[in-house]
């Protein structure tokens, strides 16, 4: 970009008018895409729930739905940010070639539609023809315990996600002081490092929780008989509105209160934890007991989260060897609209990638440095909602709001905006939680220096987090390629996952080597997209 043209934009970013232009256009995009329009579809029944307090039985089952919904909810991301900060630990501070391998494949899950990941760990630890017959029987029944492991299995990568850009974005320089100074790795890590990505781990959990609380699809294909809040208004849309509106409503209502106690309690959480236990903290910061953690953390991902989610994919590696392979490439049916979907899928991933680093940065600095006042807490809040209403939900809102206010609306723009408001938080969360660990006096310091607000941005934000900004738009694009609820209730256009789901329930007639195949194709295109992406990125290193 040539210097005049962004010495222009320096000093047009001084003028209080646009900077305060940009955050209000940032606002106003926010309530008009992402909040209002899945929101509005609930209020507008509220008069409905009226019927479901003349019905203590439905009322006791729709309170059990959503007391299941939190416990698990809660359960999995505490698990998942124990598990997490070790992988991400691992990722960010290896040195070995596989790395960004590895760093990859941990994103493979969120790649997989979730419809299909359902279906993928129902074969795996249910189904007494695969892994389950080495045991002589099935692993895991349908119901609370496959549910929890399922929603391990999604939310375990938004976590590493997050965690992996706090510890690339923040100076290691930090760690070297306190090793200097004589302090073991894990004193180190204990006392310096969670105390600085606080924001992150906090960020970590609230997404994590969010992602439970509102996955539909794949929870629906191991539940059984167990019903959590999404389940419940899935078997109960058609028959009881009301219920389903209040079932929602609570969902919202209580998680935001959850989010509002968790930001209060854990900003004055003080890490590192006070207390320390030198002779036990010292011997397992090195060699064997890293090495028993690592291989534990690789255990963990591998065995519970990977190998499960990319079991309905393996039948991709025996159809390489039939007909069906040559079937595939030659566009044949029911591949030519396979190939279609696919390249819908990453067009509008990539599009809604772009939108949201476009409309959701300001966002993060908006909530990340208060710079709307006592405005900026309230947004915070607010910005986590589209992820708590359950997909399918949060779809036939938004197909009402935009086919009511602006009939002529095309299918690509309802895709857009569904996916959008889907993604929008994963983007904000992550950035948000980037800014926040920036002491402000490297910005106030800057200005003093003369600095433009862009100039700030350019030369001391962006470089300390653009590892985060990376990964809340790797995050942005793979949940956007795997979304099926949403899509399927917005627009008649398939993606790639709505095929998927469609060959897996037996609407179209495909043999289970299609199916994996198919699976394998979507993973595969994914896998080499993020891996290419990842490598330019971290290839430029930055210690």
């Known amino acids: 970009m040539p210097r005049k043209f962004v010495e222009k934009l320096d000093k047009l970013s001084s003028k209080s008018a646009v900077k305060y232009g940009v955050y209000l256009t ?17 209020v507008i029944k509220w008069e409905t729930m009226q019927e479901i307090f003349g019905n203590s039985e439905l009322l006791t089952r729709a309170l059990n739905a959503v007391s299941n919904s939190f416990v698990v909810a809660v359960a999995v991301s ?153 389940i419940f208004i899935q078997n109960t849309k058609d028959t009881y509105v009301g219920a389903t509106v209040f079932v929602s409503l609570t969902l919202i209502v209580i998680s935001c209160l959850i989010f509002a106690m968790v930001r209060v309690l854990g900003g004055r959480l003080k890490l590192p934890i006070k207390g320390a236990w030198p002779t036990i903290e010292r011997k397992i910061s090195y060699s064997k007991a890293v090495s028993a953690r690592n291989s534990v953390t690789l255990f963990i991902f591998f065995v519970i989260v990977l190998v499960p989610s990319l079991f309905a994919a393996l039948p991709a590696f025996e159809a390489l060897f039939t007909d069906i392979f040559p079937k595939a490439l030659s566009s044949a049916y029911p591949w030519d609209s396979y190939w279609q979907s696919l390249v819908l899928s990453y067009s509008l991933g990539a599009t809604v990638t772009f939108l949201n680093i476009l409309i959701g940065l300001p966002m993060a600095i908006i909530v990340a440095r208060k710079r709307l006042g006592s405005l900026s807490p309230i947004l915070n809040t607010l910005i986590d909602i589209p992820i708590i209403v359950p997909s399918v939900a949060l779809g036939v809102s938004l197909r009402f709001f935009w086919k009511e206010t602006v009939a002529f609306i095309s299918e690509d ?66 949940r956007s390629v795997s979304e099926t609820g949403a899509t399927l ?14 060959w897996v329930k037996g609407k179209v007639a495909v043999s289970p080597l299609e199916i994996g195949l198919g699976c394998g194709f979507l993973i595969l295109i994914s896998f080499i997209i993020l891996l290419t992406l990842r490598l330019i990125v971290r290839g430029k290193g930055r210690y």
Request: hydrophobic share 55%.
């Open 78 to 230: 505490a698990l998942d940010v124990a598990a997490g900060i070790p992988m991400a630990w691992l990722i960010a501070r290896s040195r070995s070639r596989w790395a960004n391998v590895l760093d990859t494949l941990a994103d493979v899950p969120f790649i997989v539609p979730t419809a299909v990941l359902g279906y993928s760990l129902l074969l795996f630890w249910y189904n007494p023809k695969t892994v389950s017959e080495i045991f002589w029987g099935s692993l895991v029944s349908p119901g609370i315990f496959l549910v929890a492991l399922l929603h391990f299995t999604f939310s375990y990568p938004v976590v590493v996600r997050v965690i992996v850009g706090a510890l690339l974005d923040y100076k290691i320089e930090y760690e070297q002081a306190a090793r200097t100074l004589g302090a073991p790795p894990f004193t180190t890590a204990r006392t310096v490092t969670l105390g600085i990505i606080k924001p992150s781990l906090i960020a970590a959990f609230i997404l994590a929780f969010a992602r439970s609380i509102s996955e539909t699809g794949a929870t629906m294909m191991v539940a059984g008989a167990f019903e959590n809040g999404p």
């Open 26 to 42: 940032a606002v106003v995009l926010f309530f008009a895409l992402i909040l209002v329009p899945p929101i509005l579809g609930i």
């Open 413 to 478: 723009w309802l895709l857009i905006f569904a996916h959008l408001a889907i993604t929008y938080p994963y983007f904000v969360r992550s950035m948000a939680a980037a800014i926040e660990r920036i002491s402000l006096e490297l910005e106030e310091a800057s200005r003093t220096l003369g600095a433009k607000p862009l100039c700030v941005f350019r030369t001391i934000v962006f470089p300390l987090t653009k590892y985060s900004m990376f990964s809340g738009a790797i995050m942005v694009f793979t």
């Open 489 to 502: 209730a917005v627009a008649q256009r398939k993606t790639a996952p709505v095929v998927l789901v469609e």
